[in-house]
């Protein structure tokens, strides 16, 4: 018999878990099943963490996607481009000056590095009025790239990219790869970036969730609410179901629904990404 301690439990920290997963799991749920409700459902009085007699998901997604000529699936594709091209741009330039900050000795460094770390500190709802007359200077207003290139900009991404790549890569593998010959954009790409995927991936995801949940940036640089990304589209949609003084619109159901529907890709995302971080721990643990 294993004479190995059994691990003691903690009940007042097990229940404190306990509470915390069921007050993050109602809203989740309240959501789902409200999203099968139609109108009289939702404004019935009835059990509003339970579902209706009559559940009719696929009946509200068609109302969904057909409403004012499908513009929610047109805010989906928005805010899939915004995500995707913030989310690739913003890691690939946090890769890069993370790795140089934490690899290269150049003038100017600390300073620069730390003008990253004070921006930080910098709320990036304070930089959006700037951004705007900035852009608006420009003539990119009411575009994409008024969305997009804002978010290429990630901060917290450069110095994870920095801390993790100055831990992860030993300086001694960079040298042996140098010194058979591979030049600097080969040892990058084969020696070092390899050993960053854990970080690469936690700061795509991270950047990508960031661009899709944005709100303020997109509602302060867009004016054509088919160029919004969906985040703004059912504040837009909430408004108009506000100032319905009868209250038992349909549309609240679809903005019920359009939020369930919008989480969707940012959990297929989470769970397709996260055998990279295990792969990527697993090849660390092997080199």
Known sequence: MSNRPRPQRNLPLQVFLGFLVVYFLVPFWWVIVNSSKDAPGLFGGGNTLWFADNIDYLGNLQQLFTYDNGLYGRWILNSTLYAIAGGVGA?????????????????????????????????????????????????????????????????????????????????????????????????????????????????????????????????????DNRLFPVTVGLGLWQGIASGNNAGTTSLWSLIILGALVSVIPLVIAFFTLQRHWRGGLSVGGLR
């Open 91 to 223: 890691t690939l330039l946090a890769v890069m000056a993370g790795y140089g900050f934490a690899k290269y000795r150049f003038a100017g460094r600390r300073f620069s590095f730390a003008l990253v770390l004070g921006a930080l500190m910098v709320p990036a709802t304070a930089l959006v009025i700037p951004t705007f007359m900035m852009f608006s200077q420009l003539g990119l207003t009411n575009t994409i790239w008024a969305v997009i290139l804002p978010s290429l900009l990630n901060p917290f991404g450069v110095y994870l990219m920095h801390v993790y790549a100055r831990d992860a890569i030993p300086n001694e593998i960079l040298d042996a790869a140098r010194a058979d010959g591979a030049g600097e954009v080969r040892t990058f790409l084969q020696v070092a970036l390899p050993l960053m995927r854990p970080a690469v991936v936690t700061v795509l995801l991270l950047s990508a969730v960031a661009s899709w949940n944005n709100y303020f940036l997109p509602l302060a640089m867009l004016s």
